[in-house]
């Protein structure tokens, strides 16, 4: 994929799955892939400077168009120089379009033909959001890649509920493209909808690659399905998709998420759970997770991985256990770095197995680890 | 003065005031005097990595025996390799001696001559400080400089319970230096007590002095009184205390409160202020203070302060409102850091200026700044 300024260019392939690694090159640097985008949903990585967020090893990062939209206004946005600017993070950010926070924050949202209408989280104004604004919008923001305005609804829903989203989905993908200004260095992702049903995935995602989009999202997930459910669209969707395209499963996800995703050639992720859990005070490692609150650190001397190069792995169990139990700023911050460098570092090795031919064992060996603690959590939930 | 591993020189005098600039040598490093001492109240400066600190300009800083007694404990931070290792700070350390926090935070404080009987305001639980303990428990966290265990009293007070307790204050001293092994690089000031009184301040100096303390604190201020009140106060005790001794000024202040005590001799301050004016979005400088969530910020493009190399001042003033107005952490860490580099500059430019001879103009010219924003509030409260 080429088009002015952004390049996709796939630089290996795993022989046994879908797993590809490429280059997106944009005009504001290049993203190696499989990528995490870091979620800084208010234009802040929660807790994190954006240097820290660059130290992690992020090279994108997602920022929300329903959130700076209500606050602080995408015109005062602008008006200070675009998002980047406003931020102080100069490499590629990712904006969604508002679809998946109409769903889960939005109150009293009333969807039509036109547009969405609901009340603000923050003020409970009205607001309406309709394709066309949601693409000027994330122009006047100024991020590199921009996502059409999707219907999202919950899971499991009727049948004759999700096809409705799904088509007003496809029109919306459409009156998206044709609201783009071509003024501004921005790619426009479609997103794929059509719940758990693999021949409505497919049949949308048909549709949108018929409209010859630069990059295509899968959404709609993580509302509720089970992993398995959720692997089962892949496997519908990713054939569906254009081999030579970014593919940006949206919200997802926990680290076995992210690797089987991988495995069926998604390229693109985010999630805000390594900052959530992080300040929670859980820990991602190749062993599973681990509660800094268990009284078993009380007294551990070790970092939690003596070869992570985050800031909280400076410091012992013992000190990251002691700052969560007095209710200390600082400890959020520290396991927020963690889990994004796990993140990070987690697709850096995916890269690099799927470079030497080796993805099928770092799969195995990944799954092992995290298995030995159990799971299952729920991956995605909405505004940072 | 001079002891094992420690060292105070005087390196410049102002001729028109008692203002003085010196190098207080310790095993851990030099720190510049006048110095503020930014509170890391539970082993941490709030919201700041150590790093940070560092890079605010700070050399020294003071953490809370009441604190870290009742958690995580004296022996977990010992067992972990004392407080620098514990909190990954390798430069001098101050620990006060829980005195003021008896005071301040504990609940139904009981004092006898033996010692003090109170509720921790953790869990309720019955918790006793002895002198002999106050120097126990800091010789365990191994800080550079311990304080005496001193009996701390509101202001305003009845004469004769102000008088008991400097009296009290002055025998805790005694047995606080008595009970030092001697076994640990440390240094222990005294505290002078004696409320709003110049005759009983210069007692409680007078027997504290003939103690022969290697440094001397002022405590029992920012209780209440007025920056008048206190400045009398300094100008009967400072004139007391040998002039080749560290002196400290305890819990102040405003930035001109230490401009007007370094003008009296005082060398060291610590002080909550910069860091919880920076959690409520108050920035400090030249031309006094600025409430960051005030409206007239919303589309301000310029820093606080384009001359501060603060992580802070890297962004708009626009910037750091959104975040305060959006309930984002990242603005409390930046303005802490504002705030803590504000106050290591303002104290780098008095000890350039009494080495120039220029102490009178930049005292004139700090004060004149300031008092165009008015001012006045109350500059401690307990607990970082």
Same mark, same amino acid.
Not at 154 to 161: G, H, Q, S
Not at 196 to 199: G, K, R
Not at 344 to 354: C, G, H, M, V, Y
């Given at each position: 994929?080429?088009?002015?300024?952004?390049?996709?260019?796939?630089?290996?392939?795993?022989?046994?799955?879908?797993?590809?690694?490429?280059?997106?090159?944009?005009?504001? +640097?290049?993203?190696?892939?499989?990528?995490?985008?870091?979620?800084?949903?208010?234009?802040?990585?929660?807790?994190?400077?954006?240097?820290?967020?660059?130290?992690?090893?992020?090279?994108?990062?997602?920022?929300?168009?329903?959130?700076?939209?209500?606050?602080?206004?995408?015109?005062?946005?602008?008006?200070?120089?675009?998002?980047?600017?406003?931020? +102080?993070?100069?490499?590629?950010?990712?904006?969604?379009? +508002?679809g998946?926070?109409?769903?889960?924050?939005?109150?009293?949202?009333?969807?039509?033909?036109?547009?969405?209408?609901?009340?603000?989280?923050?003020?409970?104004?009205?607001?309406?959001?309709?394709?066309?604004?949601?693409?000027?919008?994330?122009?006047?923001?100024?991020?590199?890649?921009?996502?059409?305005?999707d219907h999202v609804v919950?899971?499991?829903?009727?049948?004759?509920?999700i096809r409705?989203a799904t088509q007003r989905s496809v029109?919306w993908a459409?009156?998206?493209?044709?609201?783009?200004?071509?003024?501004?260095?921005?790619?426009?992702?479609a997103i794929v909808q059509g719940g758990?049903?693999?021949?409505l995935r497919?049949?949308c995602a048909?549709?949108l690659?018929?409209?010859?989009?630069?990059?295509?999202a899968i959404g709609g997930l993580?509302?509720?399905?089970?992993?398995?459910?959720?692997?089962?669209?892949?496997?519908?969707v990713?054939?569906?998709?254009?081999?030579?395209?970014?593919?940006?499963?949206?919200?997802?996800?926990?680290?076995?998420?992210?690797?089987?995703?991988?495995?069926?050639?998604?390229?693109?992720?985010?999630?805000?759970?390594?900052?959530?859990?992080?300040?929670?005070?859980?820990?991602?490692?190749?062993?599973?997770?681990?509660?800094?609150?268990?009284?078993?650190?009380?007294?551990?001397?070790?970092?939690?991985?003596?070869?992570?190069?985050?800031?909280?792995?400076?410091?012992?169990?013992?000190?990251?256990?002691?700052?969560?139990?007095?209710?200390?700023?600082?400890?959020?911050?520290?396991?927020?770095?963690?889990?994004?460098?796990?993140?990070?570092?987690?697709?850096?090795?995916?890269?690099?197995?799927?470079?030497? +031919?080796?993805?099928?064992?770092?799969?195995?060996?990944?799954?092992?680890?995290?298995?030995?603690?159990?799971?299952?959590?729920?991956?995605?939930?909405?505004?940072?």
């Open positions: 994929m080429t088009r002015a300024g952004f390049q996709f260019d796939i630089v290996a392939r795993d022989r046994q799955t879908a797993a590809r690694s490429a280059v997106f090159r944009t005009p504001r +640097g290049d993203v190696h892939t499989p990528a995490f985008m870091p979620v800084g949903t208010q234009a802040t990585v929660k807790t994190l400077t954006a240097h820290e967020v660059a130290t992690s090893g992020a090279e994108m990062l997602l920022a929300n168009t329903y959130h700076l939209s209500l606050r602080p206004g995408e015109e005062t946005v602008a008006e200070l120089g675009g998002l980047h600017q406003f931020m +102080g993070w100069p490499r590629p950010i990712l904006t969604d379009s +508002g998946f926070q109409i769903f889960s924050l939005a109150e009293m949202a009333r969807i039509d033909e036109q547009q969405a209408v609901f009340r603000s989280h923050i003020d409970g104004s009205t607001v309406r959001l309709s394709p066309e604004r949601a693409v000027a919008i994330q122009e006047a923001l100024g991020s590199d890649v921009a996502m059409v305005l919950a899971l499991p829903n009727a049948a004759d509920v409705d029109r459409e009156r998206c493209r044709a609201a783009a200004s071509g003024k501004v260095p921005q790619l426009q992702f758990l049903d693999p021949q497919q049949w048909d549709q690659v018929a409209l010859d989009f630069p990059g295509y993580s509302v509720g399905e089970s992993p398995a459910e959720m692997y089962t669209v892949l496997d519908a990713c054939p569906a998709l254009p081999q030579d395209r970014p593919r940006y499963l949206m919200g997802v996800g926990r680290p076995e998420d992210l690797v089987e995703a991988v495995a069926r050639g998604v390229d693109l992720f985010d999630c805000v759970m390594p900052t959530r859990n992080g300040r929670n005070a859980v820990a991602f490692t190749d062993a599973g997770k681990l509660r800094l609150r268990n009284a078993r650190f009380a007294r551990d001397p070790d970092p939690i991985d003596p070869e992570c190069p985050c800031l909280a792995c400076r410091h012992s169990k013992a000190y990251l256990r002691h700052l969560f139990m007095a209710g200390e700023m600082l400890a959020l911050r520290l396991l927020s770095h963690h889990n994004l460098t796990y993140y990070q570092r987690l697709l850096a090795e995916a890269r690099s197995a799927i470079a030497q +031919g080796e993805f099928a064992s770092f799969r195995a060996g990944k799954l092992a680890g995290w298995q030995t603690a159990g799971g299952g959590e729920p991956t995605q939930s909405p505004g940072g």
